[in-house]
């Protein structure tokens, strides 16, 4: 596996499968004519990477998201359950990954966060700080006696028992070349990440957004995005930004490895993948 240089750091794409959605009811709203120069995105499914991503710099190792690991859901998952050996294939062991940050608290993020053993639940990454935001953190931990939340139970709050667990608030630096990046709407702590290194730039978007066509048409909350606002406007903040400083764009759930840039053809705004 052949990581993407950032001046010093190196990025790693991996990946926990993928999963399908109908894309009518992600992006409700829309109409066909919306989608028209997208060619990509004719069907009524569209396919979706869970990609997690290692920063591999000269002082720190950290994994950004977990995945959708073993947890019990319902959403259509074609293939699952890959990041450790992916994480194996990218040459980085668990033991290995001094940070483990999450962009939101959604399921798809943190499912890796605890392995369940003989011996009882345990953190997957043993050596590993977590971060997550502390507005996420609020919200989420209060919505965890529901079902549908249950995970946090399971995957997050485990962490903050061991003391393991950091809340971050705004722009907090991770190590020496990545600092949080808020992006706020999907959930309303949701941080992207800048990457800084020798004058190059990239951002991983987290799930700011979860499409190649959202790069121009940034206004396309889906329904995930708990404030439609805010996302649309944290989406556009974050694809000027890239755009501007000429920075790779590192998406999750974009097609694997989910690495492109930002190019403008007849005045639209195109996400090119690397070749
Ligand atoms: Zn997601």
Same mark, same amino acid.
């Given at each position: 596996m052949i990581p993407v240089q950032v001046g010093k750091a190196n990025i790693y794409s991996v990946s926990d499968g993928n999963m399908t959605f109908s894309r009518d009811t992600f992006f409700n709203g829309l109409s066909q004519d919306d989608w028209k120069s997208y060619s990509d995105y004719q069907g009524s499914e569209f396919a979706m990477n869970v990609g997690s991503f290692i920063i591999s710099t000269h002082e720190s190792t950290v994994l950004v998201d977990t995945g959708l690991g073993k947890l019990d859901h319902q959403i259509k998952q074609p293939t699952r359950e890959t990041l450790l050996p992916e994480i194996n294939e990218a040459g980085f062991s668990p033991e290995?990954?001094?940070?483990?940050?999450?962009?939101?608290?959604?399921?798809?993020?943190?499912?890796?966060?605890?392995?369940?053993?003989?011996?009882? /639940?345990?953190?997957?990454?043993?050596?590993?700080?977590?971060?997550?935001?502390?507005?996420? /953190?609020?919200?989420?931990?209060?919505?965890?006696?529901?079902?549908?939340?249950?995970?946090?139970?399971?995957?997050?709050?485990?962490?903050?028992?061991?003391?393991?667990?950091?809340?971050?608030?705004?722009?907090?630096?991770?190590?020496?070349?990545?600092?949080?990046?808020?992006?706020?709407?999907?959930?309303?702590?949701?941080?992207?990440?800048?990457? %800084?290194?020798?004058?190059?730039?990239?951002?991983?978007?987290?799930? #700011?957004?979860?499409?190649?066509?959202?790069?121009?048409?940034?206004? /396309?909350?889906? %329904?995930?995005?708990?404030?439609?606002?805010?996302?649309?406007?944290?989406? #556009?903040?974050v694809m000027d930004l890239i755009e501007r400083e000429h920075a790779l764009l590192a998406s999750g759930h974009f097609p694997s490895p989910g690495f492109g840039n930002l190019v403008r053809v007849e005045s639209k705004r195109l996400y090119v993948p690397l070749s």
């Open positions: 290995d990954v001094d940070t483990v940050f999450i962009t939101h608290l959604h399921l798809d993020h943190v499912g890796t966060n605890m392995t369940d053993t003989p011996s009882g /639940w345990i953190p997957t990454f043993p050596n590993a700080r977590y971060m997550v935001s502390r507005e996420d /953190w609020s919200l989420f931990t209060r919505l965890s006696n529901s079902e549908a939340f249950s995970y946090i139970k399971q995957q997050v709050q485990p962490l903050m028992d061991k003391g393991i667990l950091e809340l971050f608030d705004g722009e907090t630096k991770v190590s020496g070349e990545i600092t949080t990046l808020p992006t706020p709407g999907h959930t309303p702590g949701h941080s992207s990440l800048l990457i %800084s290194s020798e004058g190059q730039k990239a951002v991983i978007v987290g799930d #700011a957004a979860h499409i190649p066509p959202q790069a121009q048409e940034t206004q /396309w909350s889906p %329904s995930p995005d708990r404030d439609k606002e805010l996302s649309a406007k944290s989406r #556009a903040m």
